[in-house]
């Protein structure tokens, strides 16, 4: 797990990106708030296990998995291959 805390919140206005790595699922502990892009380039799981609060861009390449409660509002866009 990358990061937890009780009170604090991850504020991306950049990029999170998952390229590479055989940990599976990799988890981001904290709530996330993302006005930028979230990305999981590889056939793994990237789980937003404190949530995502999404305005900005969540993209997966085909056999890539975004998990966790994401919550976008009219900006926000989730994006990937049709399943």
């Not at 993302?34 to 609060?53: D, I, K, R």
């Not at 861009?57 to 976008?72: D, E, L, Q, R, W």
Request: no cysteine; glycine share 16%; proline share 4%.
């Amino acid at each position: 797990m990358i990061g937890y805390s009780s009170t604090a919140t991850l504020v991306n206005q950049g990029t999170i990106r998952k390229s590479a790595g055989t940990l599976n699922p990799t988890i981001v502990g904290w709530p996330v708030t993302n006005s930028g892009a979230l990305l999981n380039n590889v056939v793994n799981t990237l789980n937003f296990s404190g949530g995502v609060t999404n305005t900005g861009t969540v993209t997966m390449v085909n056999g890539a998995t975004i998990g966790g409660t994401i919550t976008s509002n009219s900006s926000g866009l989730v994006q990937g291959p049709a399943g």
